[in-house]
């Protein structure tokens, strides 16, 4: 069972008051982009054990969308934050590292720091 | 800006015709028509709050919060979201007022009175009944009065507050009504009494 807390109307919910929206911070390839990018922008998703970057819709309740960053192994949820940002924020990042520190950072879309 | 005007030719029914089934250890009480207006837009302007206490007549709840007096109140539904209750006669009054005061504003007021249905549950067993049925910790100590939650009721969404504290009001969808009406007979059965909360 998860608990998120949304940061738009500070509610802390279980999870089926959410909606999972899968990976979070996809760069997106559109049109004019090679094949490959659009292949991999479409169906090439990360599955990591451990440190992961959602986003979360708030369904039941303010109905706003929201990123979430939480450990697929132990569940631990580091932190929620605002869904108008391409890279996660600074406070959540240390929050991870200070729990995770052999953590390394990927950016999103492939690539590490 | 649209106004949504609304047909006179009949009667007003709420979904349920004001059923009542008081046999458990809760009352249940599908309330008569009720005027909603939807009013959207920046809630930290000054002329959207001025609309919304001016046509209730109550104060601006904060955050996750609902004032009420009788069928007049303001209900926080979300950052840009608030819910205008007033009596039901009131509405096209209301909404006009609101049109009218919010201008060029960029903001939205609809009249939501017919998609949605009341609820009330009274009793000594109220938060019992409720908590059978939401993921919210409704302890007297985590959901107090004056307090506003959306969540889900079973597999619909719904909202809620304590009016006191043996009384809860309930809105949910129109079309979810009588589906939320079995659900809290169910939860208020006789002899289902938990003792927990």
Redesign the interface.
């Known amino acids: 069972m998860l608990m998120l807390t949304c940061p738009?109307?500070?509610?802390t919910?279980?999870e089926?008051?959410f909606t999972n929206g899968g990976e979070a911070h996809l760069k997106r390839y559109g049109p004019g982009t090679s094949d490959l990018d659009f292949e991999a922008y479409l169906f090439l998703r990360d599955n990591p054990k451990g440190v992961h970057f959602e986003r979360w819709r708030h369904t039941?309740?303010?109905?706003?969308w929201f990123h979430v960053a939480r450990c697929t192994m132990t569940l631990e949820i580091f932190g929620t934050y605002e869904a108008h940002v391409t890279t996660p924020p600074q406070e959540i990042l240390a929050k991870i590292k200070s729990r995770r520190p052999d953590w390394i950072a990927r950016i999103p879309g492939g690539g590490s720091e | 800006m649209i106004l949504m005007g609304r047909s006179r030719m009949s009667e007003a029914v709420s979904a349920l015709d004001g059923l009542v089934w008081d046999q458990g250890i809760a009352r249940i009480e599908e309330v008569g028509p009720q005027g909603m207006i939807t009013l959207r837009g920046d809630l930290g302007s000054g002329t959207i709050k001025d609309l919304a206490t001016g046509v209730t007549s109550v104060d601006m709840p904060g955050?996750?919060e609902a004032n009420c007096v009788a069928d007049r109140g303001i209900c926080w539904?979300?950052?840009d979201?608030l819910l205008i209750l007033c009596s039901y006669e009131d509405v096209a009054m209301n909404l006009q007022r609101i049109q009218k005061g919010l201008g060029d504003a960029h903001a939205l007021a609809v009249d939501v009175s017919e998609a949605r249905a009341t609820f009330r549950i009274s009793g000594d067993h109220v938060r019992e009944v409720l908590a059978k049925l939401v993921?919210?910790d409704l302890s007297t100590e985590a959901f107090k009065d004056g307090m506003f939650?959306?969540?889900?009721m079973a597999q619909v969404?719904a909202a809620f507050w304590m009016c006191n504290d043996h009384m809860v009001q309930i809105v949910c969808f129109r079309s979810h009504a009588q589906y939320v009406f079995d659900l809290l007979k169910t939860a208020a059965a006789p002899g289902s009494e938990v003792n927990l909360l």
Not at chain 1, 60 to 64: E, H, L, N, R, T
Not at chain 2, 149 to 152: E, F, G, L, P, V
């Open positions: 738009c109307c500070g509610v919910g279980e089926t008051e039941y309740g303010c109905g706003k | 955050q996750s539904m979300s950052p979201e993921p919210v939650r959306r969540t889900r969404p």
